[in-house]
């Protein structure tokens, strides 16, 4: 590890990176969640115990690692506690190893509220968002009214929420009139249950820049881990179909409050095909029986979303947006993961272009031609074998190196790191 190292998503999510994050921890003594919320959901299988983690970062499941949660996360106090109290059962010492941004926003029943709102006036063209209340909770922070950890503890916390709630009624009844949100979004009853939220998470808020600022000077090693990956970022992703925070390793250094000439390597991790959720492009999407068994192969018991469980959509691997995805992560390394899943296929069609109005690309487009672009295949032989359990690269059948190396040459950043398999330890290191 250098000083700071950040592990980052290169595709539309759920490419694995709770896995790489979980394997590289053993040498970090700190762990950051940057951005987003408990709409991620990174599963880890630590000592044969599967974890969905949503917020706390993954690096603490290490147990010697300190876990923060960044300012540039947005925290669902509820979804946060319910998470410290799983890891408390299974014997984690969440109370000396986490530590929370007093700069980092809080999520209100508003926003989810919000959410699904206004999924609903979108219609057709909805974004498929988890419905955690992401976006709302972005848009007040850079609208300038979101509630802070910090102002929890504030005197005039009471004043500012109910100010809020009735601002946040006022636009529900634009949205969605026919709801009464009045009950649901009873003050009182917000207020007292935030308040206790409040008291119960006070031992873990901190200045986390500086908690950070002396961990760099003391010489400790810090990884950051991004959520989501680059197709889905506010910037450079498919937008509108994006997330509301950015997915990119450079934000991992406000994220975090961390210096940007301190973060020396980008590990971008991508999966062996592809997988999304939610709406918008994807051009090596497959469908029907062919989707379905993949789906039902893939992961560590089938592509579901960690967090709402909606079944993943499924494609091949995507060469011209993994490319793209690396490029604006500014991948110094790629994790290539979910590998074993791909021993059953006689042949794997691999996407190295995108045919548009008749021509053929490399580039990744903009929103409009991306939509109406369609694959162009270059077809692979499998390997047809179980690779779990393999220790070295040169033990892998030829086929499946031959796979590896065909994209790599196409993607043009170096796969360093190839992962056969959801446990910890199952990971091949190749040096490049
Ligand atoms: P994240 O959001 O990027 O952390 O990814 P998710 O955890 O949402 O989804 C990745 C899925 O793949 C999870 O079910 C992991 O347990 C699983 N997984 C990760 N690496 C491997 C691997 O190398 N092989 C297999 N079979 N599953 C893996
Ligand atoms: P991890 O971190 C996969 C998707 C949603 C939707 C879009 C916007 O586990 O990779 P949002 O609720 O953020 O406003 O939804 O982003 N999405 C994810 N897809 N994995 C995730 O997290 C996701 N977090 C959000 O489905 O398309
Ligand atoms: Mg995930």
């Known amino acids: 590890m250098s000083k700071v190292d950040v592990v980052i998503g290169c595709f539309y999510g759920d490419e694995g ?3 790489v994050i979980d394997y590289l921890a053993a040498d970090a003594d700190v762990a950051v969640r940057c951005t987003g919320g408990d709409n991620a959901g990174h599963t880890i299988k630590a000592n044969g115990v599967k974890y969905a983690m949503h917020l706390i970062p993954s690096g603490l499941l290490s147990g010697h690692t300190i876990g923060v949660i960044g300012n540039g996360v947005v925290l669902n106090p509820q979804v946060l506690l319910e998470e410290i109290n799983n890891l408390k059962e299974h014997g984690y010492d969440v109370d000396k190893y986490l530590k929370i941004s007093d700069k980092t926003h809080v999520i209100f029943p508003y926003h989810s509220k919000l959410d699904v709102a206004l999924e609903k006036v979108r219609q057709a063209k909805k ?5 955690k209340g992401i976006g709302p ?3 007040d922070k850079y609208e300038r009214s979101g509630i802070r950890m910090e102002d929890l503890y504030a005197p005039d916390f009471k004043e500012r929420l109910k100010e809020q709630t009735e601002l946040k009624l006022a636009l529900l009844k634009v949205y969605d009139p026919e709801t009464d949100y009045t009950k649901e979004l009873d003050f009182d009853k917000m207020f007292a249950e ?16 500086a908690f950070l600022h002396q961990a760099l000077k003391d010489g400790k090693k810090i990884l950051l881990e991004g959520q989501l990956g680059s197709l889905k970022d506010t910037d450079h992703g498919i937008y509108p179909m994006v997330t509301s925070s950015s997915t990119l390793a450079p934000y991992g250094a406000i994220g975090a409050g961390v210096p940007p000439y301190e973060i020396k390597k980008v590990i971008t991790v991508c999966k062996a095909y592809s997988s999304a959720v939610g ?7 497959i469908f029907g029986e062919e989707a379905d068994e993949l789906r039902r192969r893939g992961g560590d018991g089938g592509e579901f979303g960690a967090t709402t469980g909606r079944p993943r959509r499924m494609g091949w691997f995507d060469c011209v947006a993994s490319k793209y995805g690396c490029r604006m992560q500014g991948a ?36 409009h031609l991306l939509e109406k672009a369609k694959p162009v295949y270059k077809v692979l032989p499998g390997w047809k074998e ?13 086929n ?33």
Do not use: H, W
């Not at 021993?343 to 580039?363: A, F, N």
């Open 127 to 131: 974004i498929g968002t988890t419905g």
């Open 332 to 367: 110094t390394d790629v994790a290539f993961t979910v590998l074993d899943v791909l021993g059953y296929l006689d042949e794997i069609p691999v996407c190295v272009g995108y045919e548009i109005d008749g021509e053929v690309t490399k580039e990744f487009p903009v929103t």
């Open 194 to 209: 935030y308040s206790d939220y409040a008291a119960q998470l006070e031992p873990y808020v901190c200045d986390t820049s």
């Open 279 to 285: 709406a918008g492009a994807f051009v090596s999407e």
């Open 386 to 398: 179980d690779i779990r359990g393999i220790k070295k690269y040169e033990d892998l059948p030829e």
């Open 17 to 19: 990176k709770g896995k």
């Open 137 to 139: 909770s972005y848009c």
């Open 400 to 432: 499946c190196r031959k796979y590896i190396e065909f994209i790599e040459k196409e993607i043009e950043y170096p796969i360093t790191m190839i992962s056969n398999g959801p446990g910890r330890d199952d990971i091949i290191y190749r040096n490049k």
